[in-house]
């Protein structure tokens, strides 16, 4: 009856310590890098698109967005693509 009573005791403390340690990576405090693309025909507008992207991006994560950088390139058929690139953080 006792070595019951012990095992339900460890399950029961392994348990409470993986959900101490699964709860850590979740919790508000990490920043995350997000990238998004924005396509047009110049790359002012391709840059324009891709800064209106990070911005709601960064509205859904709740958080604000840290040392963002935008490189474009030549696309398809006669059009830019620009690539921002951010950190977005609580």
């Not at 095992?7 to 997000?34: D, H, K, N, R, W």
Request: glycine fraction near 8%; charge should be positive; aromatic fraction near 2%.
């Amino acid at each position: 009856m006792i070595p019951g009573k012990i095992a339900i005791a460890g399950a029961l403390l392994a348990s409470l310590a993986v959900s101490a340690f699964a709860v850590e990576p979740a919790q508000a405090g990490t920043c995350m890098a997000v990238t998004v693309k924005g396509r047009a025909a110049d790359p002012a507008t391709a840059t324009t698109k891709a800064s209106i992207k990070l911005t709601q991006r960064a509205a859904a994560l709740r958080g604000r967005i840290k040392n963002s950088s935008t490189s474009c390139q030549k696309g398809p058929p006669s059009g830019f693509v620009c690539t921002t690139s951010a950190i977005v953080c609580p």
